[in-house]
Each structure stands twice: as C-alpha cells, then as structure tokens.
C-alpha cells in the first residue's frame, strides 16, 4: 500500500503548512507565535508585574488615609509581642487571664512613665550648666573671630544678632500656626496613645481569638497555612522586638557609662534617649548618639568629642558583630540592606513612625512569606523554631489548632 506523504508547499506559494498554519503572520489566527520568546515571556512578565504594584500601591494609600488608626494598631501588636509572653507566663502559673493582662500593663505604664519622668527632670535640672557652657563657648567664637585671623568687628556681629531677631519677628505668625499645628498633633498623639492601650489590652486578654475569627475569611482550603503563617510571623516578631529590647539596653548602658566616666552633662538622659532611638535598627542609636557628641563638644571640646564619637562606633560594632547575630536568631535575621531600604522606604511613606515600624513589619513578612510557600509548613515552622536557638520559643498551649 501506497501511503502518500503530506506535503509541505513553500510560502512563495500561497499555500499552507501540513500543519495547516498560514505562512502569512497577518493571516495567522497565532499570530503571536510569530513574536520572539523573550518578547512574549517580558509582556507575560509586565502586565503581571504592573498588577502587583499597582495592588501595593493601593494597599499603601489605604494605610496611608487611615494613618490615624493603622498606626496605633501596629504599636499595639508590637507592645502585645513584647507583653504577651509575660503574660501567658503569669496565666500558666495559675493568675487569671485579666489580672496577669492588668498587671503586666500597670507595670509597664508606670516603668515608661519613670523613664520618662527622668529624662525631663534631669534634662531641667541639667539644663542650666549646659546652658552656661553654650553661653560660653559662644563668647569663645565671638572672641576668635573678632580677634582670630578673619577680624570681623563687634559692629557685623551686632548687625548679624539684629538680622536674626528681625527674621524671627517677620516671621512670628508662621511660628504662631505651627504652635497651633503642634497642638493639635499633641492631641493627636493623645488620641493615638489612648487606642494603643485599648487596642493592646484586647490583643493581650484574646489576641488569639481575634487572629482566629479573621482568618475566617480564608477558605477552608488554606485557612490552616494562613494561620501557619501568622503565628510563624509572630513569633519572629516577638523574637524581634526582645532583641531589639536587649540590644537597646546594651547600647544605653555602654554609652551612658561611657558619658558618666567622662564627666559628661546631662549623661543619663542622653543614655536614656540612646535606648529609645535603638528601636530603630541601624540608625536610631547613632542620631541619637550624635547628641551626646553634639553636648560633648559643647561642654568638654573637641577631644571629649572624638573620645565620644569613638566610644558610639564601639557599642555600634559590639551590637552589629556580636548582640545582633547572638541574640535575633536566623529566624529573623535579615540583610542589612533590606533594613536600610525597610527604613528609608518607611520613612518616606510615614516619618519617624514608619521608620519605627519598617523593620518589625519586615521581620514579621518574611517568616510568614516562608511558612506560606513552603511545602509543609509545620515543618517549615519546626525548622524556624530549631533555626532560633533558644530566642523565640513557642509554647504548645500557645498554639492555636491547626485546620478551619
């Protein structure tokens, strides 16, 4: 039997493939097989891409128009998982849920009230001999330079003093309504200050109910994996912040003993504001360390300046070689440069308070990104605990059941 081979009939003629696509791309109903791969994966690529950002995008300017209540809650999740394990501490050892919550708060109100109450008070009481060394070191300058090499005569100075009080009248009113915008920020953070307590003292008393109720809004399907994730994120977070609390500590403590050795004013207090800039990673304790030069300079000159700046460069080396990798655990251990973007990202977005709550958020996402891609997300949890060494631990009435 004679079978008769298909045959293919070149383009020049008209004709088509054996496989019945047309030569001609104009005429192709596939025609976009006639565009290169990397062409068509790029356009694949892009549009899907363009949908993620513009997704982020929107979810951004969401948080960004309810600032005034995202950010007190992102405060309170971040005070809850730093309360939370004294907590469930307290209510293992028989107190009731209530009472541990009340006292655990109480506590911590009156320690950051104490705190604070001593960096105003000892910046008041410290405040005049600061102030005499300022009033000194500016009667140094006016003397160099009407005596130094550039010569200036008492009369330029005096003309400068009156242009820098005639600037300040002139513009008296725009001072005027930034006290009044300040004001109403006071009583913005007050309102804030007040939703943070109640938000966290629901986050401590049944934070876990909550995070369950709303994940019921996953199907059954996934519901498990997405609470998978969110205690693998919270836990990081909890990792996170008492780090980040130790780390603080340790700064505080090195450069205000440092300040105090050195005769420093105002030591305590500068140590003090050391501790609460740490919270911000990488940068916090340095601006706020920068003070201390800054006060360093102005009272004791430019020597106890360098001795200064020297002793800030050897706590940040201890915190970045030896407490951050000791302490963090590889279960929240994330590349430097992701920090800095993190922050700067933050701080563009918000200010300070993005700045604060950048890296938490990071923390939080990237263990709970992990646990939701993984293959077995318990064992991908397992894994983070091991990864911890001793930092976080979970304890197992912690956790709630697995499945819808």
Request: charge should be neutral.
């Amino acid at each position: 039997m004679n079978q008769r081979k298909p045959q293919i009939r070149g383009a020049g003629g008209g004709g088509r493939y054996a496989t019945g696509m047309s030569a001609r791309p104009s005429l192709d109903p596939y025609a976009d097989e006639s565009v290169t791969p990397l062409v068509r994966k790029a356009a694949a690529w892009s549009w899907r891409l363009l949908l993620i950002f513009t997704v982020i995008v929107v979810v951004l300017w969401i948080i960004l128009q309810l600032e005034i209540l995202v950010v007190p809650v992102a405060l309170a999740t971040i005070l809850a998982a730093l309360l939370l394990p004294v907590v469930d501490f307290l209510h293992r050892r028989g107190a009731p849920r209530g009472g541990a919550v009340a006292l655990v708060l109480l506590s911590g109100i009156a320690l950051f009230g104490g705190l604070l109450a001593f960096v105003v008070t000892q910046f008041i009481d410290g405040a005049p001999a600061l102030v005499g060394q300022v009033t000194t070191s500016i009667e140094g300058v006016g003397t160099w330079l009407t005596e130094g090499p550039l010569h200036v005569s008492s009369q330029q100075i005096n003309q400068f003093r009156d242009a820098a009080i005639e600037a300040l009248r002139s513009n008296q009113e725009k001072l005027t309504s930034g006290a009044l915008s300040t004001a109403g920020t006071v009583t913005e953070i007050v309102t804030g200050a007040l939703l943070v307590l109640f938000t966290l003292i629901f986050l401590l008393q049944g934070g876990r109910n909550i995070f369950s109720f709303v994940t019921q809004i996953f199907p059954s399907h996934v519901r498990g994996r997405v609470r998978d994730a969110g205690r693998a994120g919270f836990r990081s977070l909890i990792g996170y912040v008492r780090a980040t609390f130790l780390v603080a500590a340790v700064d505080a403590i090195g450069i205000g003993v440092g300040l105090a050795i050195m005769g420093i004013p105002l030591a305590l207090p500068l140590a003090s504001l050391v501790f609460m800039g740490a919270f911000v990673p990488l940068i916090g304790a340095v601006l706020t360390g920068m003070l201390a030069v800054i006060v360093a300079l102005i009272a004791k000159g430019w020597i106890y300046a360098l001795i200064t700046l020297a002793l800030i460069v050897a706590v940040q080396q201890l915190e970045g070689h030896v407490l951050q990798p000791l302490v963090m655990g590889r279960a929240v251990a994330i590349h430097p440069l992701a920090i800095v973007l993190a922050i700067a990202g933050g701080a563009v977005l918000a200010g300070i308070v993005g700045a604060l709550l950048a890296v938490p958020a990071l923390a939080f996402l990237n263990s709970a990104i992990r646990v939701l891609n993984a293959d077995d997300p318990a064992a991908e949890e397992a894994a983070m605990d091991a990864e911890d060494e001793g930092v976080v631990h979970a304890e197992p009435d912690d956790i709630e059941p697995k499945g819808g």
